[in-house]
């Protein structure tokens, strides 16, 4: 356990005030036994992946944030891989391409890792967690090691059976199709570039802000609204793509906030559509 560390050097938006304790397992048991200890001691507890989807407040969180970018084991079974919590989404892509198999080249390029990735039902150019996941092993709120299938699961817009709750992923099984190298590798490739060409990947964001709401798009919106480049000190919505607010080197998590809070009211006036955050906020207000 660490202690008053930081969240800044871990949000994808290198923005937030220091947690009161920091741990990074790099185990299940090691992950329970820390568990333990903070629950006989009635500490509050915020599990995160690699905070890439995740705003930090200035006045940092009160209890103990919990990493668990340490769980990285992954494996390969035929067309089947199974990863811990903390594999990045980018290390499953390469590990699914350098086994020959394919389907997870369109997830390659989202900055998360498999634990946060299956909480929200992460997703990128038509493919989400549902279409890929065959069950996933979790802790509930007792500590007990339980497991859920695709189905069980409850898959949604930007959510699963775990949002609200205090069940943590341990890890997932994905199931792919078997593939040809060298073409895996190219589809990875333009999905990159199609990134680099219509994200502003130069800058520190969390990716989309907002849900998609349904019949619009969130991005559209906000640029029909005329909102491109509305910026609060360093934090702005991009030029680039309307539905990333990005950090331009020295935004505080306030700034990012109340270009949010701007943003949903104005799209709100302008179209009557109601603005969800997709980015997850924490902290002391």
Do not use: W
């Amino acid at each position: 356990m660490e202690y008053d560390r930081p969240m800044s050097r871990y949000t994808s938006y290198r923005t937030g005030g220091n947690a009161d304790i920091l741990c990074t397992p790099k185990s299940v048991s090691e992950l329970v036994e820390i568990l333990k200890i903070l629950k006989t001691e009635s500490v509050p507890v915020y599990v995160f992946g690699n905070c890439s989807n995740v705003l930090v407040r200035d006045k940092g969180i009160r209890g103990a944030v919990i990493l668990t970018t340490g769980l990285k084991g992954i494996n390969v079974n035929t067309t089947q891989i199974t990863c811990e919590a903390g594999v990045s989404l980018s290390r499953l892509a390469n590990t699914a391409m350098n086994s020959g198999l394919t389907g997870a080249e369109p997830i390659s390029g989202i900055p998360g890792s498999v634990g946060g990735a299956i909480s929200m039902n992460a997703g990128s150019y038509g493919t989400e967690m549902k279409d890929i996941v065959i069950s996933a092993a979790y802790l509930d709120e007792d500590l007990n090691i339980r497991k859920k299938n695709s189905i069980e699961l409850c898959f949604g817009n930007r959510r699963s059976c775990f949002t609200g709750t205090d069940d943590i992923v341990l890890s997932a099984i994905f199931s792919f199709k078997p593939g040809i190298k060298e073409e895996i590798r190219m589809r990875m490739s333009e999905y990159a570039s199609k990134r680099k060409e219509n994200q502003p990947l130069e800058y520190p964001s969390c990716g989309s802000v907002f849900k998609r709401p349904e019949g619009y798009f969130s991005g559209k919106l906000i640029q029909d609204a005329g909102l491109k480049g509305y910026t609060v000190n360093g934090a702005c919505v991009s030029e680039k793509h309307a539905g990333f607010i990005i950090n331009k080197g020295n935004a505080t998590s306030d700034d990012i906030l109340k270009v949010i809070d701007f943003v949903k009211l104005t799209v709100y006036n302008k179209f009557k559509v109601i603005l969800e955050t997709e980015v997850k906020i924490f902290g002391e207000e």
